[in-house]
């Protein structure tokens, strides 16, 4: 109703203005009045209403795009510890990361584990959680939204016979979309975890597979808690071991920008920044875009090698079948030939695809003619920054060495860090000077690719 009523009125406000204006200025006016529905951004409650209807359809994809970067974060973490971790890796976790590595590696087969990706351990994590008993018992459980502050909202819910309604997860406005925090409060639920242990005389990753072998029987929850299959690392999935593991590097990411924003405060405190602080501040932002294109980059590797491993797992599967009645039928090989033609494709697609800020085409010297491009800022210290006018589309990428000139002579050699598509940054190291030459670089240098990748 209310939604018709603006509707109306914007719509009037339009007619009665256009009687009196050009053309040309009733583009603009029909612009200015519909720009706050172009701005309307959903509500915590219809963001809270979506996650319960994600939650209760089991849409496990849309329900992991809506958790928090630091709850993508958790299980990101987890499913490679479980992978990974070794006896003495496992018992020097907090509680929390030790009993969700136990119940991954006691309800879960090794190769199961080895290809999920983070959205099916968390399809993997309902399934084994929801068990009958717990799916009647959440229908009478009563959920409601409790303002905090204008970017925060607490999810709760009450029960009959409960004294007063239970913090759940929350709601956090990040970037102008509401999303949910799952582990806002992870210290204290260590920190009780860790007392009802000591309570119950549980004793660490023995005590977490006895508790879970203790309600097995009430729950009616799937798996073999052992403290053998607790224990037991499931390794990566096949290919994917040599990758730099994607929770990893974003908390490197992470503890660079922190380390950069402390460094500006403490820099600032004095006033204006100096030049040495500018060129600490510009080195770190060298570091963090190194890092953010190694997580994409890895990210991209990561999930082409899940791939490989899951259409592995099919085509084996899928032989045993046949197998079953004897020798292959003709057109059981040509099933799994047809497997083997996907997985060739794939596993080609990833040694060859190009990954974010490289050229598609390896350029060489001769692709790019000398003194084709120029320096346009320096910035001095330990290790000096060169921004130049030419990038990707010259055939730059992260890695290659240039040469910088000035009237003949060579100055330095210096290292890509980033590229875009006409401009790139480099790092001039200081064993990259030339003998003799003032370590200095000017604007209008000239600037030569000198050995690429």
């Known amino acids: 109703m209310r939604l018709a009523l603006v509707t109306t009125y914007y719509v009037h406000s339009t007619c009665l203005i256009a009687r009196f204006v050009s053309n040309e200025d009733m583009r603009f006016i029909i612009i200015l009045l519909f720009i706050p ?3 309307a951004q959903e509500t915590a409650q219809e963001a809270f209403e979506r996650y319960r209807k994600y939650h209760n359809d089991r849409n496990y994809i849309e329900l992991y795009k809506m958790y928090s970067p630091d709850t993508q974060t958790f299980y990101e973490k987890i499913l490679h510890l479980a992978r990974t971790a070794t006896k003495e890796e496992l018992d020097k ?19 199961t584990i080895r290809s999920m990706t983070a959205t099916s351990y968390l399809e993997h994590s309902y399934k084994i959680g929801y068990t009958p008993e717990l799916i009647e018992f959440e229908k009478k459980v009563k959920y409601s939204l409790v303002h905090i502050d204008n970017n925060t909202k607490q999810i709760t819910f009450s029960l009959e016979g409960l004294p007063k309604p239970t913090e759940a997860q929350r709601l956090l406005l990040i970037d102008g979309k509401w999303k949910i ?22 004793k660490g990753v023995k005590g977490i597979v006895d508790f879970n072998k203790s309600i097995q029987e009430w729950n009616k929850s799937p798996g073999e808690f052992t403290l053998e299959r607790a224990y037991e690392a499931a390794g990566h999935a096949e290919g994917a071991a040599k990758y730099e593991n994607k929770w990893a590097m974003r908390h490197e990411v992470e503890k660079a920008q922190k380390l950069k924003q402390q460094l500006r405060d403490t820099f600032m405190s004095d006033g204006e920044l100096s030049n040495e602080e500018q060129t600490a501040i510009k080195a770190l932002d060298v570091k963090i875009a190194a890092l953010e294109q190694n997580l994409s980059q890895s990210k991209q590797k990561q999930e082409q090698a899940e791939k490989i491993a899951k259409l592995q797992k099919m085509r084996s599967e899928l032989k045993a079948t046949f197998m079953e009645d004897g020798e292959l039928a003709e057109h059981e090989k040509i099933a799994l030939g047809a497997l083997d033609k996907q997985i060739k494709a794939v596993t080609q697609s990833t040694a060859t695809k190009p990954t974010t ?21 320096f910035t001095h210290g330990e290790k000096s920054v060169v921004n130049i006018n030419i990038g990707s589309k010259q055939g730059l990428r992260v890695g290659d060495k240039i040469l910088i000139s000035k009237n003949g002579d060579n100055i330095c050699k210096a290292t890509i860090t980033r590229v875009a598509e006409k401009k790139a940054i480099a790092e001039i190291k200081s064993s990259d000077w030339e003998e003799g030459v003032e370590q200095k670089v000017e604007s209008g240098n000239t600037v030569e690719i000198v050995v690429t990748k």
Do not use: H
């Open 93 to 111: 976790l907090d509680i929390v990361a030790q009993m969700a590595i136990v119940k991954l590696r006691c309800t879960a087969y090794k190769d």
């Open 357 to 377: 800020n490289k050229s598609p085409t390896p350029a060489t010297t001769k692709d790019v003619q000398q003194g084709d491009g120029k320096v346009t800022s």
């Open 37 to 39: 529905f172009a701005l």
């Open 181 to 202: 925090e799952e582990f806002w409060n992870m210290d204290e639920r260590i920190k009780t975890l860790e007392e009802l242990d000591k309570k119950n005389g549980w």
